[in-house]
């Protein structure tokens, strides 16, 4: 029943990118598929466009890509359980959430990519930004419900973070201009609205008629939110200013991260589709359905070339007892869409 749900509302889609008018110039398609192998799974992608590389989470390391070539750059181990990346130019360093054991993140180099040290955080340390307005490093620990957020230039024998209550278990998150953070509570169907100059949570937002929503990305010119739900299978368009629902489009099934660039939202299922939507006579709408590999559920996008990077694998069943399928060793990949 699910898998016929999700082609159902995958063909809605397509008929209405069908259906719209024609804008040939946005067109977006699988430009090439980067074999890299290696041992480890995926989450978060990370691109740093202005040095030409992007960093993709891989368990217990984290790779760094060429955008140019293509190439891994550098292999940064020690993770238990990795999950997200964030860079900071201004200290030359990078942070890395480890959500395995009693959780930390792994802060290191950014020209060298040489682990500088850990902060030690809390259990299933996820979803992870750097909030350039505040100047403060932002993740969240799904286990125990909390926001942390410390100065990227923390001193790292003994310095602290602040932590706050979210009242559920986060994923993603994003920030605006005004000292606010927004985070997804996957489990209470609600988006937090966090004052980080309070250090509380000052609203709580239903994503309804979305649910189990994981993805964000922001609009900070328009004051919008793009978020991604995987049940119902939606991406949603909220209003920053009061939590409004503008619009609510089909997408396909377990989807994991949500873009934004030049006026379009993209959001990346693991039933193999990439979702591009734009606002069209006024109204937010499905403008293209791009079909990508099973598995390819989360991204990155290079705002300056146009181009987005989403990592896979081939997939064995998943053994008896078993809730995901397995990685067939030796077969990740990165597929890459671009526009034309």
């Known amino acids: 029943m699910r898998k016929l749900q999700s082609l159902l509302i995958l063909t809605a889609a397509m008929l209405m990118a069908g259906s719209l008018p024609g804008r040939a110039q946005t067109r977006w398609t699988v430009t090439n598929t980067l074999h890299i192998g290696g041992e480890g799974g995926w989450d978060y992608v990370l691109v740093d466009a202005r040095n030409n590389r992007f960093f993709v989470t891989r368990q217990t390391h984290t790779q760094v890509f060429s955008t140019t070539t293509g190439q ?13 990346t964030a860079i900071v130019p201004a200290v030359n360093r990078g942070f890395i959430t480890d959500g395995g054991g009693e959780g930390a993140i792994d802060v290191f180099d950014l020209t060298t990519y040489k682990l500088l040290g850990k902060i030690h955080t809390m259990p299933d340390s996820d979803g992870i930004i750097y909030d350039r307005f505040a100047n403060l490093i932002l993740a969240v620990s799904g286990d125990e419900g909390k926001l942390m957020t410390f100065s990227p230039d923390i001193d790292l024998a003994g310095g602290k973070f602040t932590t706050i209550d979210l009242g559920g278990s986060p994923e993603f998150l994003a920030a605006d201009r005004d000292g606010k953070a927004y985070i997804n509570i996957p489990d209470k169907n609600l988006v937090d609205v966090v004052d980080l100059k309070a250090n509380k949570v000052m609203a709580r937002w239903p994503v309804a008629p979305g649910g189990k929503n994981v993805g964000m990305a922001i609009d900070l010119r328009d004051h919008l939110l793009f978020i991604g739900c995987r049940d119902p299978q939606k991406l949603i368009v909220m209003s920053t200013v009061d939590g409004k629902i503008v619009a609510d489009l089909p997408i396909g ?11 379009q939202a993209f959001a990346s299922c693991r039933q193999g589709v990439l979702i591009v939507a734009s606002q069209i006579d006024g109204r937010w709408q499905v403008e293209q359905v791009v079909k990508t590999a099973d598995g390819a559920r989360t991204m990155g996008l290079d705002r300056r070339t146009h181009t987005i990077y989403l990592p896979t694998a081939q997939m064995e069943p998943p053994a008896p007892g078993q809730r995901r399928p397995n990685m067939k060793p030796g077969t990740f990949e990165i597929v890459v869409v671009s526009q034309q």
Not at 72 to 84: C, E, F, K, L, T
Not at 254 to 263: E, L, S
């Open 72 to 84: 891994v750059i550098a292999d940064i181990p020690g993770q238990i359980r990795s999950h997200g």
């Open 253 to 263: 099934s377990g989807n994991d991260a949500v873009r934004f660039a030049d006026g």
